[in-house]
Every structure is written in structure tokens, then in C-alpha cells.
């Protein structure tokens, strides 16, 4: 593993926010060892503080309290080296040491918003859920356009079971990211949930509009769907039963039925059969290909 | 590998005509006629270093990559997407779950 691999690799893993601590740290070390980061230049400690991160994770802090000292001592009166510091306390010190020093910090700037994020979840880690919660209300509301803060409360709501809170912050998420078909996949999941089907398959069906449609000639029954595409088709299957189950039912957004639900039954089944058909790496048959066709095959209702 | 080599022969077509320039100047201030017009050779060998370096640089780009929304999110994950690193927990079992197994302490 050369060191522009794996410089090429911490890169990767910044620009896609994945949390591969592990990763992170093997291919750090190695860079940190062979003092990799000095030809950086700027990249240099966005490079470190990710490596500190991940070593607190993986529990060597010996290599974290190295990382923070070459940060600290180029930052001198920085607020993300606050928040670096403020972390490196939560994973030794006990809670309200790492709350005090939050307190201290938000008391000289009340709208620090990774010291604040840190406090929530401090609060959250702890057991203090409702003040998590109220306090993370609060941050919401004075910066909306925090997606993470959004997901967060989405989260925090979902964990506790109330599904219709953690919908409308979803709702939140997606004004402020309409281009991302996680977050409508999320928010389909928790509205079949919620109980809400005819709401849940519009998401479901939007998601695959998202992440299926293609520009060039080849024809919907030659393309395979991946990745979330089988999970919406799985959710779409689902929905559709459980419409099909429940003639009256009522959805709490006001959303009508699919008119043809038939067809979208058997589309969706269709599509899950040719993405579990397609050979896989090395021309291996897919896991549970078998209980997938039998279940598609159930008839509606 | 043939861009390369039609960049570094283009590169040396016109550093090999610029020279032939100066020389061929140098020796018409020499013979005291300094308004004398460049052999049409030299003319030639930039054109053709011209031509060269269009086609190195042009094979020489990097892949082209997608621009639509779609195809960027096909490579991404859920767990990218849902990582929410502000708020992460760094108080967590990999301490215990990577610690070196000849650390002693658990």
C-alpha cells in the first residue's frame, strides 16, 4: 500500500463522509509514519484531524494526542481545535467534565455550532434524551439549513417510536437536499412505519425515479436495478400488500391510493426477480435468490 | 503511452525551431541583411510541433466524468449519507473491540 494510495484513499473517505475508522487509521498511520502529511501543504490538517478522529475511535490515543499537538500547536486560538479537544475529553474524562467545558465555551460564544452539536450529543450518549432533544429543537430553529441536525432530530424521533415527528424532520431534510435519494428512501421507510402506505409507495416510487432513470436508449427490461433501487422495489412490493390487505384504510397526510396497484405489484416483482437473477462477481448467484422468488411469487392480498 | 510521446516530440520540434530561428538570424545580422524572411522548413517544423502537441494534450485528458446527480449518488452509501459526523459518539466499544490483543488491559 504506497502512500499516494493511501492519501488518494483518506481523500475518498472525506469527500463521501463515511465513518471507516479503521480504514481511516491503517492508512493514517501509515502516512504519519512516513511523514506524508508535510506534502500536503493545506490538505495537510483536515488530513490530521481526520486521523486524530478515527484513532480516538479505535482507541490508540496515543497517536490521537500526537495528531491534536501538531494541530494545536499551528492553531493556536482556532474553535475547531476547541471542539477537537472538547472530543479527545468525551473519550477519556467523564461526561459532565466534557459538559462543563462545552458550557464554558457556548457561554463566550452561544452560537458555536460544532461545540453545540458536541453538547447534544453528549446529552444524547448520556441518557438525557428529552434535554438532547429540546436543545437540538433549538438548533434547528436557529440554523435551518443544518442537514445534520435535521437527521439527527429524524433519528432521536425514530428511536423514541414517534414516526410522525421523525417524518416531518425528514420532510425538513428533503426541502434542503431534494437531489439525494437516500434521505426520500429514508423518509419513505418511516412513513410505511407510520403506517402511512399510500404515502410510503409514492416515496418508494420516487426513489426509483431517482436512481433508475436513464438517459441513454436501453430499455427498462434490460437494465438491472442495484443498490437502493432493490430496496425501493422491496418497499413498493410491500406496500402495495399491505394496501391491497386493507381496503378502508385512512393515511394520516391525506395521500389517495395507487390507482393500478396490480400492475405495480407485479412490476415491482418483475424487478426484484431480474436484480436478484443477475450473476454477481464472479459470476456467483445471488444470496436468498431462492426465498426472494417465492416470496415475490405470493399473490396480492 | 503515445501521448506522452507526442507531447515530449512536440515540445522538442519547437524548442529544435526556435533555436534554428536564432540561429538563422544570427547569421543573417552577421551577413548584414537583418530583413531576410525564416526558410520555410523552420515554418514547417512548428506547424508540425503545433499539430503534435494538439493531439498529445487532447489524448493525454484525464477521463471524462458523469455530471448528472444520479450517477454521483450511485456511488455513495447509506452509511455516507447517514454517517452525521457532527454528532457522532466517540465514546464507543472500539476501544475495546481493536485494542492490540497483546495490550494486557481490557
Redesign the interface.
Known amino acids: 500500500m504506497s502512500l499516494q494510495s493511501a492519501l488518494e484513499r483518506l481523500a475518498t473517505y472525506r469527500a ?4 471507516a ?2 480504514d481511516i487509521f491503517r492508512n493514517g498511520l501509515l502516512v504519519l509514519q512516513k511523514s506524508g502529511f508535510k506534502k500536503l501543504g493545506d490538505d495537510a490538517w483536515i488530513s490530521l484531524e481526520q486521523l486524530a ?1 478515527a484513532s ?5 490515543l496515543d497517536i490521537a494526542d500526537q495528531c491534536l499537538q501538531l494541530i494545536a500547536d499551528n492553531f493556536p486560538n482556532s474553535p475547531r481545535v476547541d471542539c477537537l479537544i472538547g ?1 479527545r475529553m ?2 477519556t474524562e467523564p461526561p459532565e467534565t466534557a459538559l462543563k467545558y462545552y458550557a464554558d465555551i457556548l457561554e463566550a460564544d452561544s452560537a458555536n ?2 461545540i453545540w ?2 453538547r ?2 453528549v446529552l ?2 448520556t441518557g438525557k434524551v428529552e434535554k438532547a432533544l429540546n436543545e437540538l429543537v433549538q438548533f434547528v430553529d436557529t440554523f435551518y439549513t443544518d442537514v ?2 435535521w ?2 432530530l429524524a ?1 432521536i424521533y425514530a428511536s423514541c417510536n414517534q414516526y410522525d415527528h421523525s417524518f416531518q424532520a425528514l420532510s425538513h431534510v428533503l426541502l434542503l437536499t431534494p ?5 426520500v ?2 423518509a419513505a421507510e418511516t412513513a410505511y412505519t407510520s403506517e402511512d402506505f399510500p404515502l410510503a409507495i409514492k416515496m418508494f416510487l420516487t426513489v426509483v425515479d ?2 433508475d ?1 436513464d ?1 441513454s436508449e436501453q430499455l427498462l427490461q434490460e437494465s438491472t436495478p ?3 433501487t432493490v430496496r425501493a422495489w422491496f418497499g413498493v412490493k410491500l406496500c402495495a400488500r399491505r394496501i391491497a390487505q386493507n381496503a378502508n384504510l385512512k393515511s394520516s397526510s391525506n395521500t389517495s391510493a395507487p390507482k393500478n396497484l396490480g400492475l405495480l405489484d407485479e412490476l415491482a416483482a418483475e424487478r426484484l426477480r431480474v436484480a436478484y437473477s443477475s450473476s454477481g462477481q464472479k459470476g456467483e448467484i445471488a444470496k436468498g435468490r431462492q426465498e426472494v422468488f417465492a416470496w415475490v411469487a405470493t399473490p396480492l392480498a | 503511452m503515445i501521448e506522452k510521446l507526442f507531447l515530449t516530440l512536440a515540445t522538442l520540434a519547437l524548442l529544435h525551431a526556435a533555436y534554428s530561428t536564432y540561429e538563422h538570424l544570427s547569421l543573417l545580422k552577421a551577413l548584414g541583411k537583418p530583413e531576410g524572411s525564416l526558410p520555410l522548413d523552420i515554418v514547417y517544423e512548428s506547424i508540425l510541433a503545433l499539430i503534435l502537441g494538439l493531439l498529445g494534450a487532447s489524448l493525454n485528458a484525464p477521463p471524462l466524468k458523469d455530471i448528472t446527480w444520479a450517477s454521483e449518488m450511485k456511488k455513495r452509501t447509506i452509511d455516507g449519507m447517514d454517517s452525521r459526523l457532527g454528532f457522532a459518539h466517540y465514546k464507543s466499544r472500539g476501544k475495546f473491540l481493536f485494542a492490540s490483543p497483546h495490550d494486557g488491559k481490557i
Not at chain 1, 463521501?16 to 465513518?19: D, V
Not at chain 1, 437531489?179 to 434521505?183: A, D, G, K, L, V
Open positions: 463521501n463522509n463515511t465513518r475508522s479503521q478522529l480516538i475511535d479505535v482507541g490508540r472530543i468525551e473519550a455550532v460544532a452539536k458536541r447534544i450529543s444524547r450518549r445534520e441536525g437527521l439527527e433519528d437531489q439525494n435519494p437516500f434521505y428512501l429514508q431517482m436512481t432513470a438517459d442495484l443498490g437502493i
